[in-house]
């Protein structure tokens, strides 16, 4: 996405906002015909509130254990679906699990 999408941008706060705001756009747009599934770091929770509003996502928290880094703030989110752990998980295990939960909410979805 970033070699597309959002071409030019770095990694500062606002250019990530930027990045994160228009891959949502794009998600909303493809969701039209069909579920869809994104993968992104979405570090700062301003973010995600904006991107809640647009497109209403089910978020899927990873939880990694890393040390940190003064200069990529991370903001742990306020409320998650599933919280994966890649130190006490296997990459199996996680597969399963978000697997397992996208099943159930796309089958809840239809049956509204």
Do not use: C
Not at 27 to 44: G, H, Y
Not at 47 to 52: A, E, F, M, W, Y
Not at 83 to 89: H, M, R, V
Request: net charge positive; proline share 6%.
């Amino acid at each position: 996405m970033r070699k597309s999408i959002s071409l030019g941008l770095d990694f500062s706060k606002k250019d990530r906002e930027t990045h994160n705001l228009r891959v949502a756009r794009l998600a909303l747009v493809l969701s039209r015909q069909s579920p869809v599934v994104v993968s992104v770091i979405a570090p700062f929770e301003s973010t995600r509130k904006k991107i809640d509003e647009l497109i209403k996502p089910m978020w899927i928290y990873i939880a990694r254990h890393l040390p940190k880094d003064p200069d990529k703030p991370y903001e742990v989110p306020e409320k998650t679906n599933i919280a994966l752990n890649s130190n006490t998980q296997t990459l199996n295990e996680q597969i399963e699990i978000v697997i397992n939960y996208i099943e159930k909410h796309i089958k809840k979805s239809s049956q509204k």
